[in-house]
């Protein structure tokens, strides 16, 4: 579903001269596994704002919204089985009153060391915005991984906000999802 309070919003196709077409919206939907064989996947949430600072932080992910070999203690995700895996951790960036400004950081850690090449930076200028960080990660068993962030503040507060819209439901501070790759 989609839905926007602006109706100068919405979603756009085109078709740029010499380029491919870009649609408007793509959805692509795949198996994990079978019933039989299920892969390792988790999918955890947090329905909390959290605010950033110049210090790195966890990101809490309080919700296992779904999981199968791979657990979540508050954010420190553990994983029971060796392979590679796909990971995605978007946020939705924002100010505490929606009018701060800075950059927010998001990155990858593992065992207890930062991920090389993993950082990504949204700039927030009062508004909302979504803050992706995606990987494909070697993991061995016993493996823990964490989502850092810090936010390099210009004016007000800024981290991961939660949001309810009017008669909406609940948009998370954090989504996250890994699945294990077979092959």
């Given at each position: 579903?989609?839905?926007?309070?602006?109706?100068?919003?919405?979603?756009?196709?085109s078709a740029p001269k010499n380029e491919p077409f870009v649609t408007s919206l793509l959805l692509t939907i795949?198996?994990?596994?079978?019933?039989?064989?299920?892969?390792?996947?988790?999918?955890?949430?947090?329905?909390?704002?959290?605010?950033?600072?110049?210090?790195?932080?966890?990101?809490?992910?309080?919700?296992n919204d779904g999981s199968h070999r791979i657990k979540n203690n508050d954010g420190i995700i553990e994983f029971?089985?060796?392979?590679?895996?796909?990971?995605?951790?978007?946020?939705?960036?924002?100010?505490?009153?929606?009018?701060?400004?800075?950059?927010?950081?998001?990155?990858?850690?593992?065992?207890?060391?930062?991920?090389?090449?993993?950082?990504?930076?949204?700039?927030?200028?009062?508004?909302?915005?979504?803050?992706?960080?995606?990987?494909?990660?070697?993991?061995?068993?016993?493996?823990?991984?964490?989502?850092?962030?810090?936010a390099d503040v210009a004016k007000g507060k800024l981290g991961f906000v939660t949001s309810q819209p009017e008669?909406?439901?609940?948009?998370?501070?954090?989504?996250?999802?890994?699945?294990?790759?077979?092959?």
């Open positions: 579903a989609f839905s926007t309070t602006n109706e100068d919003i919405g979603l756009i196709a795949f198996e994990l596994g079978t019933k039989e064989n299920p892969v390792s996947y988790a999918q955890l949430s947090s329905s909390q704002s959290q605010w950033g600072c110049i210090t790195p932080k966890k990101v809490d992910l309080s919700n029971e089985e060796s392979g590679t895996y796909f990971m995605m951790a978007a946020g939705q960036t924002g100010s505490y009153d929606g009018k701060g400004t800075g950059d927010v950081h998001l990155w990858l850690r593992l065992n207890g060391k930062d991920v090389a090449d993993s950082n990504t930076i949204q700039t927030v200028e009062g508004d909302t915005i979504v803050l992706v960080c995606q990987a494909v990660i070697k993991i061995e068993a016993g493996d823990k991984l964490e989502l850092m962030f810090s008669s909406k439901e609940k948009v998370p501070s954090m989504v996250f999802s890994a699945l294990k790759s077979i092959y």
